[in-house]
């Protein structure tokens, strides 16, 4: 009988850790690990993430490209415009990460700023030359080579989730 007893409390002590082991510690919330790309916003670094993307193909390249599900939503293409803000996509010129395999994306309109939203439309940038492409790192940057007849610049009618993570004066 003592020896049953020792067992039952031998095993209880055993759920009980265990139990206590897998809960949430200290009321903590659970957080989770997304891929984060890098871009430029007023010429500044930042980092954002890729959540969902109105297009299959686009949701699928960018889901090879972060190693981790971009959700297709097609109804993502339906949001009114004043729900949007662009994001400057390469599609030529220095080679670097971002999603087509040029330099990074530019966004205007970072958090704190008017006009922020996660919602981005893709705008696609083609330098005239690529041979004499450089890094751009602002949206004014983007629409000044523009206006100067070095790039042209696209609109697909794509829109992808892409929350800022870190970004000049913040992080999630």
């Not at 949430?24 to 993307?53: C, N, S």
């Not at 960018?62 to 996509?89: C, F, G, Q, R």
């Amino acid at each position: 009988m003592k020896h049953h007893r020792i067992r039952i409390l031998i095993a209880a002590l055993a759920a009980v850790t265990i139990l206590s082991a897998c809960a949430a510690q200290g009321g903590q919330i659970p957080t989770a690990a997304l891929p984060a790309g890098k871009a430029w916003a007023e010429g500044v670094e930042i980092y954002f993430v890729h959540t969902e993307a109105s297009d299959p193909d686009i949701a699928e390249k960018l889901t090879a490209m972060m190693k981790s599900p971009v959700l297709l939503v097609p109804s993502l293409a339906k949001a009114p415009a004043e729900s949007l803000a662009p994001v400057y996509v390469f599609e030529n010129g220095l080679a670097g990460k971002g999603p087509l395999g040029f330099q990074a994306d530019v966004f205007p309109n970072p958090p704190g700023t008017a006009g922020y939203t996660p919602l981005r439309s893709i705008n696609v940038v083609t330098w005239a030359d690529p041979t004499k492409a450089r890094e751009l790192k602002s949206a004014a940057e983007v629409i000044a080579a523009e206006q100067a007849g070095e790039v042209t610049i696209t609109q697909p009618g794509v829109v992808v989730n892409m929350p800022f993570v870190v970004w000049d004066g913040g992080k999630r």
